[in-house]
T-cell receptor
């Protein structure tokens, strides 16, 4: 039981490049989330999903897209990376009967 | 004003000390409250949920004051391993799974 995993762990992008971050969970959770964490800002919700095939915007969705084609996977895409997207990205999931969120280990992204 | 506010610290305390953190929230419709622990460069992990009646888990006690809109975390007999950042997390309201995270309070327990 791996819990929540994220790929990759680290990445450096040049401005304008694109990439996809993958989140996978093996706990059969319905809800999945993408957050970013910046110094002095706390975790901020980018997008979330309440089930396979559904996604919704969080508080900072601009510049990101997401997809949830399979229940266990939640993908975060950056179409044209900007230096302002340099951050640590965390994926999380929880069962709809519980408020406890389980987090992945994070992806450290630097955009130069 | 931030929706969830915490004193960033750091709180430097000697081993064995008792330390308390507060967190205030602005949305009176908030329903669920949590304390998460985050070690340096690691993911947040749930420490405890906070119930209206207050709850205790070993050396940790959490309290909720709805009238004044704050939650607290008390750590007794601090251990070196308690050194971490403690995040206050509030659920925005009934029926939503969107959570607001505080910026965290850093605790350093000194030998």
């Amino acid at each position: 039981n791996a819990g929540v995993t994220q790929t990759p762990k680290f990445r450096v992008l040049k401005t304008g490049q694109s990439m996809t971050l993958l989140c996978a969970q093996d706990m059969n959770h319905e809800y999945m989330y993408w957050y970013r964490q910046d110094p002095g800002m706390g975790l901020r919700l980018i997008h979330y999903s309440v089930g396979e095939g559904t996604t919704a915007k969080g508080e900072v969705p601009d510049g990101y897209n997401v997809s949830r084609l399979k229940k266990q996977n939640f993908l975060l895409g950056l179409e044209s990376a900007a230096p302002s997207q340099t951050s640590v990205y965390f994926c999380a999931s929880n069962d709809r009967r519980s408020y406890e969120q389980y987090f992945g280990p994070g992806t450290r992204l630097t955009v130069t | 004003r931030k929706e969830v506010e915490q004193d960033p610290g750091p709180f430097n305390v000697p081993e064995g000390a008792t330390v308390a953190f507060n967190c205030t929230y602005s949305n009176s419709a908030s329903q669920s409250f949590f304390w998460y622990r985050q070690d340096c460069r690691k993911e947040p992990k749930l420490l405890m949920s906070v119930y209206s009646s207050g709850n205790e888990d070993g050396r940790f006690t959490a309290q909720l004051n709805r009238a004044s809109q704050y939650i607290s975390l008390l750590i007794r007999d601090s251990k070196l391993s308690d050194s971490a950042t403690y995040l206050c997390v509030v659920n925005r309201g009934s029926g939503t799974y969107k959570y607001i995270f505080g910026t965290g309070t850093r605790l350093k327990v000194l030998a």
